[in-house]
Structure formats: structure tokens, C-alpha cells
């Protein structure tokens, strides 16, 4: 009987013992599901949370593009107004500066129509004075005899004043009597000048010219000189290349073969990138291909 009572003893505290530790973990269960879902509770709110931070910043966000987009609009509007007022301003400028050359051409063209005129006018005297018949000669004893009046010499041709001339008015004188082909008048209007105005801007072309009208007229000898003397006499013009490539054009013509050579290669070597340093380079190359 007592070890019934034993064994019915030990089987209830073997049962309370087994049945605790279910009771035990049903709770933690609970507790860990309640904090389950609480996190779950606080999740939703954050993403809540999230999805309201996230519209106000994409709001904020499109507020500030156009607010961009407005500042790009105003500046490139300023842009175009700021390099439409430029453009306007570099045009006026353009404008004012050829009115400016245009002012200083017709000034000093004024001025050497005053040097021309104050010229002509100190002329002027001298001018009367050898036009004014001599002064009759009253004889030392009133009875002699009159004295022979002096045979006034014969008319002589007048020579051509360039009194009262501007540089450019004589300049273009000549150069119009050499387009209409009249090439000794051309020269000698181009060498009248040369004496008139030797400092003139325009000596260079007249005396390029000079030998234009010599070369035109087949008298290569005088072209070949008057060449020379715009190399010698304007270093720096621009007429030097050409004078140099129809040297050496004047001087093939008479034959001197070799001293046209020198002087296109003159024109090659030192003026390579000009029309006539381009030319003298083609006359060149016809020599070469002459040579055995």
C-alpha cells in the first residue's frame, strides 16, 4: 500500500514537473508575439512615417527644379539680352571705326589739297614775274638813238605744273592714262609724281608701275630697272614680291635666264605664301623641268 502511495506520490510530482515548463514557454510565446506585434505596429508607423517624409521631399525636391529651371530660363534670357546688346555695341563700334578711317582718309586727303594749294600759291609770283614783259630801257643821253628792243625768244611748249595737285588726284591721273593703255603718258605722270611727292604712300606703286607700263610696252630693259628700283629704293612694301616675280619675267624675256631665276628664287625663299612667291614657284619648276 505505501508503495502505491509512493509511486501515485512520484507520478504527481513528475506530472506537476512535466506540465510547468508548457505553461512556462506559453507564456514567453505570448510575451514574444505581443512583441511581435508591436514591432510590427511601430514598422508601420515608420514606413508611414517614410512614405510622408519621402512626398514632401520629392515636393520639395520639384519645387526647387522649377525653381531652377526658372533661374536657368531668367539667366539664358539675360544672355541673349546681354549679347544682343554686345553684338549691337561691337557693330556700332565697327561702324564708328570706318567712320573714323573714312574722317582720316578725307582729312589727310584735305591736307594735301592745302600743301598743294599754299604750293600753288607761292608759285604764283614767280609765275607773274616770268610772264611780266622786261621794262623798257630809257637811253642815258635823250639824243641818242633809241636802243633795239630785244627780240623776245620764241614760245616754248609749257612744261606740266604739278602746282595746285593732290598726291592722290596725280596718282590716279596716271594710273588711268595707264589703264586706258596710254603708257607713256602713264609714265610720265607716274614719274612726275615720283618727283612731286617722293614720301608719298603711293611712290611704291607708282614706281611698280612705271615698270608695269615699260613691261606692257615689251621695252624689258626699263622694266627690269624700274622693277629694281622699287626692291631698292621701298624695302618693306607690298609691292616687293611682285616686283621680284616680273623682274624675273622681264629678264627671262631678254634671255638672262639664270638672273630671272635668282630673282624668282628671291620671291620663293622670301615670300613664299604671297601669289607672287606662288607664281615665281611654278616659273621655277617650268625651268627645272627643261634641264636634260
Known amino acids: 500500500m505505501k508503495t502505491i502511495l509512493v509511486s501515485g506520490f512520484a507520478a504527481g510530482i513528475l506530472v506537476a514537473a ?18 511581435l506585434q508591436m514591432l510590427q505596429e511601430q514598422t508601420q508607423q515608420l514606413a508611414i512615417q517614410v512614405a510622408a517624409l519621402q512626398q514632401s521631399v520629392d515636393a520639395n525636391v520639384k519645387a526647387l527644379g522649377g ?13 541673349a ?21 573714312d574722317t582720316n582718309v578725307r582729312i589727310s586727303s584735305l591736307r594735301e589739297e592745302l600743301e598743294a594749294l599754299r604750293t600753288s600759291v607761292l608759285a604764283i609770283p614767280q609765275q607773274i614775274a616770268a610772264l611780266a614783259p622786261p621794262a623798257p630801257q630809257v637811253p642815258a643821253d635823250p639824243g641818242a638813238p633809241p636802243a633795239p628792243v630785244p627780240q623776245a625768244p620764241p614760245p616754248q611748249a609749257p612744261a606740266t605744273s604739278t602746282a595746285g595737285l593732290s598726291p592722290t588726284r596725280m596718282f590716279e591721273t596716271a594710273r588711268a592714262d595707264y589703264f586706258a593703255g596710254q603708257w607713256s ?25 612705271i615698270g608695269e607700263a615699260h613691261y606692257a610696252q615689251n621695252g624689258w630693259p626699263d622694266a627690269v630697272a624700274a622693277y629694281g628700283q622699287v626692291i631698292q629704293n621701298y624695302p618693306g612694301s607690298n609691292s616687293i614680291p611682285d616686283a621680284y616675280y616680273k623682274r624675273g619675267l622681264a629678264l ?15 620671291a620663293v625663299k622670301n615670300f613664299a605664301e604671297s601669289d607672287a612667291g606662288r607664281l615665281a614657284k611654278q616659273n621655277l619648276d617650268r625651268l627645272d623641268a627643261r634641264r636634260p
Open 252 to 266: 627671262e624675256r631678254q634671255g638672262q635666264v639664270e638672273a630671272a631665276r635668282l630673282s624668282w628664287e628671291t
Open 18 to 35: 512535466i506540465a510547468n515548463p508548457a505553461v512556462a514557454q506559453s507564456r514567453e510565446q505570448r510575451q514574444m508575439m505581443a512583441s
Open 81 to 101: 539680352d546681354q549679347k544682343v546688346l554686345t553684338d549691337s555695341m561691337a557693330s556700332d563700334v565697327s561702324r564708328l571705326r570706318e567712320r573714323t578711317d
Open 67 to 79: 525653381r531652377i529651371d526658372d533661374a536657368n530660363n531668367a539667366n539664358r534670357r539675360a544672355f
Open 185 to 209: 603718258v602713264a609714265i610720265t605722270g607716274f614719274e612726275q609724281f615720283l618727283k612731286a611727292f617722293p614720301r608719298s604712300e603711293l611712290a611704291d606703286d607708282a614706281q611698280f608701275n
